[in-house]
Each structure stands twice: as structure tokens, then as C-alpha cells.
């Protein structure tokens, strides 16, 4: 079964590091630009950080920039989110989303073809 499948999520408290990890099952990620969105109830999905197909290319939103890093392992076909420097707004839902030929990656949620089913990240003391 095609799928993706996020991990790593939990409480933290604010200051602290967490690492999301996005693994692809039944498809390789070696064609796929990759995105973070990330997404509070009652609110629209964000994108938070995305990775272009050819190893080039990270893109972060302001707001996480300096504090969130975004890399890819395709031997283990898998998309890694470190966060650092956790803020309580941090506190969201996060959804890795993987883009066929996404040469440049993007934030637009409708070119992604396949989603994960979210983990839950805490920032709170």
C-alpha cells in the first residue's frame, strides 16, 4: 500500500528539540519533493519547510526559519524535520506530502500527491 507515514511527534517543552521523520512505503522519495504543512484546528494548513526532488533546495516559512531544518536520506527513504528552539505556537498537527516531480518544491498543497496521517506535536510547559 502507497503511503506515508510520520513519526516523532509529542510534548516538549518550549525550548526544546524534536525530529519528525516522514517514511515512504510501496514508492521511493527519489522523485518526490517533499513538504511539511502543518495545521491547528479551526485554522488553515501551513506549509512549514519543503525539499526539492534533486537534493537541491530547502525552503523554510519565516516563522521557523533558524530554528527548523529539513533533509532527506533516500537510502532510507525518508524525509527528516529537525526542530529546535520549540515554541508554544509550534503546537500543531504536522503532515509530511510528497510531490511527483517536484523539481521545485512548494507550499501549495494541491500538487502534493500523497499525505501522511498526521503527528501530534505539544510545545507546552
Known amino acids: 500500500q502507497v503511503q506515508l507515514v510520520e513519526s516523532g511527534g509529542g510534548l516538549v517543552q518550549p525550548g526544546g528539540s524534536l525530529r519528525l521523520s516522514c517514511a515512504a512505503s510501496?514508492?521511493?522519495?527519489?522523485?518526490?519533493?517533499i513538504a511539511w504543512f502543518r495545521q491547528i484546528p479551526g485554522k488553515a494548513r501551513e506549509g512549514v519547510s519543503c525539499?526539492?526532488?534533486?537534493?537541491?533546495?530547502?525552503y523554510y516559512a519565516d516563522s521557523v526559519k533558524g530554528r527548523f531544518t529539513i533533509s532527506r536520506d533516500n537510502a532510507k527513504n525518508t524525509v527528516y524535520l529537525q526542530m529546535n528552539s520549540l515554541k508554544p505556537e509550534d503546537t500543531a498537527v504536522y503532515y509530511c506530502?510528497?510531490?511527483?516531480?517536484?523539481?521545485?518544491?512548494?507550499?501549495?498543497?494541491?500538487?502534493?500527491?500523497?499525505w501522511g496521517q498526521g503527528t501530534q506535536v505539544t510545545v507546552s510547559s
Open positions: 506530502a510528497a510531490y511527483y516531480m517536484g523539481r521545485i518544491c512548494s507550499f501549495k498543497g494541491e500538487l502534493y500527491d500523497y
Open positions: 510501496e514508492f521511493t522519495l527519489d522523485y518526490y519533493a
Open positions: 525539499i526539492n526532488s534533486n537534493y537541491g533546495g530547502t
